[in-house]
């Protein structure tokens, strides 16, 4: 079974970029499907940031999109996500998923990141 | 862009009672297109149904999809004590495409 394990920095600066990967393990990130990114601040709801195939193709959430750059690394197995200039509204739990039919298939335990000074 | 409203807030139950949690779209959505989660504390959501009614892979039978159109609702039929916990709607819209979640249901005891 697939599993993915999210990695980066805890905290980050305002103005700041948020970086973080996604490690995917028992199976190939190659495989045909789409992967996600989505982010839970604490206490609140789910928001999906954004989705990238095996060959590099993207959709981003709209409210998003003019800060965010997802990418996949085929030789490391592993997707990444890029937050340009955060503020504290960014802080959040950040999860990578595995794309299934239309839905979020398997999920990452998740990250929390810190936007503060 | 569809918005997804769930009802209630908050469910108050005891194990062995019938959860209905529902799910409210601002306009119509693809029946294959609405899944719930599951989410416990500090846990990842977990996949329970997707394509409105289909189970995922190892959920109980006790779990259950249903609805078209606007209205669609999550079944449990006997809960059991690691039911409790926060259930999540979600539409996929694909002009863009886009995930939307409803803002959750959480069925307490």
């Known amino acids: 079974q697939v599993q993915l394990q999210e990695s980066g920095p805890g905290l980050v600066k305002p103005s700041g970029t948020l970086s973080l990967n996604c490690a995917v393990s028992?199976?190939?990130?190659?495989?045909?499907?789409?992967w996600s990114w989505i982010r839970q601040p604490p206490g609140k709801g789910l928001e999906w940031i954004g989705e990238i195939s095996h060959s590099g193709s993207t959709s981003y959430n709209p409210s998003l999109k003019s800060r965010v750059t997802i990418s996949v690394d085929k030789s490391k197995n592993q997707l990444s996500l890029n937050l340009y200039s955060v503020t504290a509204a960014d802080t959040a739990v950040y999860y990578c998923?595995?794309?299934?039919?239309?839905?979020?298939?398997?999920w990452g335990q998740g990250t929390l990141v810190t936007v503060s000074s | 862009d569809i918005v997804l409203t769930q009802s209630p807030g908050t469910l108050s139950l005891s194990p062995g009672e019938r959860a209905t949690l529902s799910c409210r779209a601002s306009q119509s959505v693809s029946s294959s297109y609405l899944a719930w989660y599951q989410q416990k504390p500090g846990q990842a959501p977990r996949l329970l149904i997707f394509?409105?009614?289909s189970r995922a892979t190892g959920i109980p039978d006790r779990f259950s999809g249903s609805g078209s159109g606007t209205d669609f609702t999550l079944t449990i039929s006997r809960l059991e004590p690691e039911d409790f916990a926060v259930y999540y709607c979600?539409?996929?819209?694909?002009?863009?495409?886009?995930?939307?979640f409803g803002q959750g249901t959480k069925l307490e005891i």
């Open positions: 979600q539409q996929y819209g694909s002009s863009p495409p886009m995930y939307t």
């Open positions: 028992g199976g190939s990130i190659s495989s045909g499907n789409w």
């Open positions: 998923a595995r794309n299934g039919r239309v839905c979020l298939e398997y």
């Open positions: 394509d409105a009614s």
